[in-house]
């Protein structure tokens, strides 16, 4: 090895998370791509902390340990899952348990916490339940959360940047308990924000609550994007289209495909005892997204900022149950 110049040339030589791990909190930040076209003002701060460790007697899906879903991709062509009654009260367990990690996690948010802070958090509320944080190693995602703050779409990895005020921010919990999977997120403000931030969580919401409110047996997946999109161009917003709602139970991403926009080609119809997401990612301007050379973080293209609320849902007899539910918001009339 040549000699250093500078902390940045660590990162020619070693991972990330080696460094941290040999060298603590002496190493300095670090952006990780300094030649990339950013498409906004955010940017990554590394050095990312190390893996987070889950106990050996903790029940996990089966990519926990080489990131590969095997099951998941073994039903890649199968028909949505009817659940029996007995897997329906199994959803709502961990379901429950999804929402009490979120809203505690989403109690620490405040300006001069770090996206990595947060992810312990949900960590160490995961794994205190006796449950397995979904997103950890799945496909190889490094983290126990996705953080995604103002113009990132989803799929943020928590790392060192502190929020500042003014910042949106989205927590996706995802959680494994007993061999099912819950899925929710919402965004939420740092300190006061501006006008415009504040309407476009409030139309992600809005969304989100149209699309469950037609939720029932008989609907068409498909329909799901007549409701949502009308409702974010109302408020002059668009909705991404290249990530969808997805089934869920015992398996992370399941059947049914759920696309969040008009006109789309969503295959099936809602049936008693089905559980899936709905998660309309909506953005202040073009619909169009990029990605960071992280292979996960997906962001606006145009830099504007992005919102989205997520519920796993199940279809009953005479309508629907939102498995994960939570308190109504004071800043979301």
């Given amino acids: 090895m040549s000699k250093l110049r500078d902390v940045s040339d660590l990162y020619t030589y070693f991972e990330p998370e080696r460094i941290l791990i040999i060298f603590g909190s002496r190493v300095a930040s670090y952006n990780p ?3 990339f076209n950013f498409t906004g003002p955010l940017r990554p701060v590394y050095p990312l902390s190390p893996r987070r460790i889950v106990p ?27 659940l029996t009654v007995e897997q329906q009260e199994s959803m709502r367990i961990v379901c429950r348990l999804a929402r009490e990690v979120l809203d505690i996690a989403a109690s620490a948010i405040r300006p001069g916490i770090t996206t990595d802070d947060l992810d312990a958090i949900v960590h160490e509320e995961t794994i205190k339940r ?29 790392d ?20 099912y999977h819950a899925d929710l997120n919402e965004t939420y403000p740092v300190g006061k924000v501006s006008e415009e931030s504040q309407k ?8 989100l609550d149209a699309a469950i409110a037609i939720c029932k047996p008989g609907t068409l997946f498909r329909d799901l994007g007549k409701v949502i999109e009308p409702t974010a161009k109302a408020q002059g917003c668009s909705v991404v289209r290249s990530y969808t709602g997805h089934g869920i139970n015992d398996l992370f991403h399941p059947a049914p495909t759920i696309l969040h926009y008009a006109k789309n080609k969503s295959v ?26 992280d292979n996960w973080t997906c962001v606006t293209v145009d830099g504007k900022r992005s919102a989205q609320f997520e ?23």
């Fill in 33 to 35: 791509f300094p030649n």
């Fill in 200 to 207: 476009l969580m409030q139309t992600a919401r809005q969304c």
């Fill in 56 to 82: 050996p007697d903790i029940p996990r899906p089966d990519y926990a340990e080489d990131g590969i879903p095997r099951s998941e991709v073994k039903a890649l062509g199968s028909p949505p899952k009817i």
């Fill in 311 to 333: 519920e796993t849902l199940l279809i009953t007899e005479t309508g629907v149950e939102v498995l994960t539910a939570g308190k109504p918001r004071e800043d979301l009339p």
């Fill in 160 to 179: 060192q940047r502190k929020l500042e005020e003014g910042d949106i921010i989205n927590l996706d919990v995802s959680v494994y308990y007993k061999g």
């Fill in 130 to 158: 006796d449950a397995y944080p979904s997103p950890l190693n799945y496909r190889n995602f490094p983290k126990s959360l996705c953080t995604s703050v103002n113009e990132v779409i989803c799929h943020g990895i928590p």
């Fill in 268 to 293: 099936g119809t809602m049936r008693p005892g089905m559980c899936f997401t709905i998660e309309p990612m909506i953005n202040l301007g073009t619909w169009e997204d990029d990605h960071w050379p």
